[in-house]
């Protein structure tokens, strides 16, 4: 079955930490984004790329960085400027605007929970 | 910008009684949109859209339609059931090319059925 996989479920960082977060996805999808939810409240982006070895900044990017040197990956590491970083993280593809595709919606992963030690 | 209003919740039903949750948008062009729900401690699952005006996207009971003159997209069921009990967002994917394929979110709204 095609999805997307985000790992750990459960993450803890300590102070002055990086923590980085793992998503992939086998849907073929070009565009890839990270998400942060916090209690009550909805979803907020961060990063979000549309092609291979380029992305950009969302909302909410200070404190976070991410990379994309493949298709099927688009892992978000959380740096320690980010000084509030529990909440729940949330990881979404979809093929890019401009194309056949483009009213086709976000696929979501199961998310990672993160919190401070 | 684009933006997104949901009515506020937490709303709160019994078992059979007929759900309605607002939402409204604001956007240039001809946006899409999309109804999100979210179970408790999972990822958002895409329950129904819409593309154009006019269109009814509808999914296990539930039902929106695309209302382009009052820039709604409310979400309708006739009976819920316990097993609905979730966080539902209301979403856009704007409609201009300088959009990309970024999605606008409502903040959510928390629905509890009880038997």
């Known amino acids: 079955d095609g999805g997307i996989t985000q790992s750990p479920k459960y993450l803890f960082r300590k102070e002055g930490q990086n923590v980085t977060l793992s998503c992939e996805q086998n849907?073929?999808?070009?565009?890839m984004y990270w998400y942060r939810q916090d209690p009550g409240q909805g979803l907020r982006l961060i990063y979000y790329?549309?092609?291979?070895?380029?992305?950009q900044k969302g909302d909410i990017a200070e404190g976070y960085s991410v990379s994309r040197e493949k298709k099927e990956s688009f892992p978000l590491t959380v740096t320690s400027a980010q000084k509030n970083p529990t909440a729940f993280y949330l990881c979404?593809?979809?093929?890019?605007?401009?194309?056949?595709?483009?009213?086709?919606?976000?696929?979501f992963g199961d998310g990672t929970r993160l919190s401070i030690l | 910008g684009d933006s997104v209003t949901q009515m506020e919740g937490p709303v709160t039903l019994s078992e059979e009684a007929f759900l309605t949750i607002n939402c409204t948008y604001t956007?240039?062009?001809?946006?899409?949109l999309f109804w999100y729900v979210q179970y408790p401690g999972e990822g958002l699952q895409l329950l129904l859209k819409?593309?154009?005006?006019?269109d009814k996207g509808s999914n296990k009971g539930f039902e929106a339609t695309y209302r382009k003159e009052t820039t709604s997209f409310h979400l309708e069921k006739g009976s819920v059931q316990v097993s609905d009990s979730a966080v539902y967002f209301c979403?856009?994917?704007?409609?201009?090319?300088?959009?990309?394929?970024?999605?606008?979110f409502g903040e959510g709204t928390q629905l509890t059925v009880n038997p």
């Open positions: 956007a240039t062009g001809y946006p899409s």
């Open positions: 979404a593809s979809s093929p890019p605007a401009g194309t056949v595709f483009s009213n086709q919606p976000q696929h």
């Open positions: 849907l073929n999808h070009d565009a």
């Open positions: 819409a593309t154009k005006a006019d």
């Open positions: 979403a856009l994917r704007g409609g201009r090319e300088t959009s990309g394929s970024r999605l606008t």
């Open positions: 790329s549309q092609i291979v070895n380029d992305f």
